[in-house]
């Protein structure tokens, strides 16, 4: 078993930044693909960004190419979602997950934190 806990989220300004985190404990963190996920009201889940278990290779879903940015510290089994020139849109609970796997689908990741509010007002 994996334990996700997400924090760092909050009110912001459009045009303002949040970082996220995301602490995990239980298995081996360095053995997880690390990915965030995020969800507005009324729609589906949705792809973020994603980071390798090295962090050497990172994904991005266009809406946060530009301006969002994972990183990991396998040292302190945490992963980071840096959030800069926010938007309305980006209005969501975001969601931290694990995955052993290669591909970034809702049904692939295997662990899944409770999720933090992220609210921006235009």
């Known amino acids: 078993q994996v334990q996700l806990v997400e924090s760092g989220g909050g009110s912001v300004q459009a045009g303002g930044s949040l970082r996220l985190s995301c602490a995990a404990s239980?298995?081996?963190?360095?053995?997880?693909?690390m990915g965030w996920f995020r969800q507005a009201p009324g729609k589906e889940r949705e792809f973020v960004a994603g980071i390798s278990w090295s962090g050497g290779n990172t994904y991005y879903a266009d809406s946060a190419k530009g301006r969002f940015t994972i990183s990991r510290d396998n040292a302190k089994n945490t992963v980071f979602l840096q959030m800069n020139s926010l938007k309305s849109e980006d209005t969501s609970v975001y969601y931290c997950a694990a995955t052993r796997g290669s591909t970034w689908s809702i049904e692939g990741m295997a662990y899944w934190g409770k999720g933090t509010l992220v609210t921006v007002s235009s």
């Open positions: 239980g298995r081996p963190f360095s053995s997880f693909a």
